[in-house]
């Protein structure tokens, strides 16, 4: 049985309250961009006129905001172990303003290191790595979690301030 998203029909699409109701079921649920919302409408069928309207009234009344979604999304990613290349590029995805996304990752600039650190010693231990093998493998893993090769460095050398 395949979970099918019905689509609304003509007179639904075009109706606000319906728009409004199925914004306000997602933002329920989390905090999402704009951008990431107007997708979600648009994908299931809701006039765009409809959906920019419903959008710039949640915007008016503070129920979406960009820059709550990205202090969030930042703090949750940073919880999860990513680093700053990766939270840029995802928040990208979402249509999220490349300044909001700046400044989020800004206020996280000093602990970018501390936090590869860690998530190499989650993984691996505290002991360093002894050969270059073992250190490459070490710094591929950080370098998923999209850390920079200066933190990589760092937390491969053991060179974190705390």
């Not at 503070?62 to 290349?85: N, T």
């Not at 300044?99 to 990752?105: E, F, K, S």
């Not at 996280?108 to 010693?121: L, N, Q």
Request: charged share 40%; hydrophobic share 40%; proline share 2%.
């Amino acid at each position: 049985m395949s979970l099918k998203k019905r689509k609304p029909d003509a007179e639904a699409a075009r109706d606000p309250k319906r728009v409004r109701a199925k914004a306000l079921g997602f933002l329920a649920r989390r905090e999402h961009s704009a951008g990431e919302l107007r997708r979600k409408l648009l994908e299931r069928g809701y006039e765009s006129t409809a959906v920019e309207a419903v959008l710039d009234v949640l915007a008016d009344k503070k129920l979406l905001s960009d820059e709550r979604f990205v202090e969030e999304f930042v703090a949750a990613r940073v919880r999860r172990g990513s680093g700053p290349m990766k939270i840029r590029e995802e928040l990208r995805g979402r249509g999220v303003a490349a300044g909001l996304v700046d400044r989020a990752i800004a206020a996280h600039r000093g602990a970018w290191g501390r936090m590869a650190e860690t998530a190499r010693r989650k993984r691996f231990g505290a002991t360093l790595p002894q050969d270059m093998q073992e250190r490459a493998r070490q710094a591929r893993f950080l370098q998923q979690r999209g850390f920079s090769m200066e933190d990589i460095r760092a937390a491969l050398k053991g060179d974190i301030e705390e």
